[in-house]
């Protein structure tokens, strides 16, 4: 029933390590994102797809890098986690430019 | 490119109103509003397309003037359940804009008894 899910919900790893997270929406929406969310609570956009096909790749590090096997999953691996990493990471997914439709977030902590 | 927001924080009462404006320096063709509580994902509050038009959600309404290229959003008789952080996203014109919602920096908003 859930329209988009992400998991993990929680990640905890240490430094130098690599990690993914997933998500994937059931509303048969055609753009999904990844947005990161700082202690200051700013998001900032950081990859959007529109029909698998890559939007917009924000100034991230190269060692962010989105995955979308097809219109209904969105992944993130990261590697080499730096302490900066450390953030609520959201997914979301949208019909083109209408209304976003959010997971309900990874909260990644590097240690 | 991002949005701003103003005021960065709001303290009311109960019954009190609110604006919170959103301000872009490029042309908009949409200005997106969503609510976010503590530990939980924004949710989609309200979208103004270019026009002009003003909409109303509850005691939650929200107008988006294109020319001055702003929105502002207006929380008339707060009530508890309104606390939260809100944030104004906007696509610039252009079809090539797809996908690319930038949010301004939030407006947190606390309402108490």
């Known amino acids: 029933d859930t329209a988009v899910s992400q998991t993990p919900k929680y990640l905890v790893t240490q430094m130098g390590n690599d990690k993914s997270i997933k998500c994937e929406q059931n509303l048969g929406h055609d753009t999904m994102y990844w947005y990161k969310q700082d202690s200051k609570k700013f998001l900032k956009i950081m990859f959007s797809y529109n029909n698998k096909e890559l939007i917009i790749n924000e100034t991230v590090p190269n060692r962010f890098s989105p995955k979308s096997p097809d219109k209904a999953h969105l992944n993130l691996h990261i590697n080499s986690l730096e302490l900066g990493d450390s953030a609520v990471y959201f997914c979301?997914?949208?019909?083109?430019?209408?209304?976003?439709?959010f997971g309900n977030g990874t909260r990644l902590t590097v240690t | 490119q991002q949005p701003v927001q103003s005021p960065q924080a709001v303290i009311l009462r109960e019954g009190e109103d609110a604006v919170i404006n959103c301000s872009s320096s490029?042309?908009?063709?949409?200005v997106h509003w969503y609510r976010q509580k503590h530990g939980e994902a924004p949710v989609f509050l309200m979208i103004?397309?270019?026009?002009?038009e003003q909409k109303g959600h509850d005691k939650i309404s929200a107008s988006f003037n294109e020319k001055k290229q702003q929105s502002s959003l207006y929380l008339t008789a707060s009530q508890l359940s309104y606390s939260g952080t809100y944030f104004c996203g906007t696509f610039r014109e252009g079809s090539s804009n797809t996908g690319k919602l930038i949010f301004g920096q939030g407006t947190t908003l606390q309402v108490k008894p």
């Open positions: 979301a997914s949208s019909l083109s430019n209408s209304p976003l439709h």
């Open positions: 103004l397309l270019k026009g002009g």
């Open positions: 490029k042309a908009l063709y949409s």
